[in-house]
């Protein structure tokens, strides 16, 4: 079933969204994505319509 998200989400999101973006962009280092960590999960995911 597909649904909105909610804030119990983000750890699930956020795992979803370093192994996608290390793969997709494997020629930007791991620790690129690594760092962008928190900004994913107090920036751009709360500003997001995001659905799982």
């Known amino acids: 079933m597909i649904r909105k998200y909610n804030e119990n989400d983000m750890g699930s999101v956020l795992e979803i969204w370093l192994n ?18 928190e900004n994913m999960r107090n920036i751009y995911i709360p500003a997001s319509e995001t659905y799982v």
């Open 20 to 37: 996608a973006s290390v793969k997709a962009h494997d020629f930007i280092s791991a620790e690129f994505w690594e760092s962008q960590l």
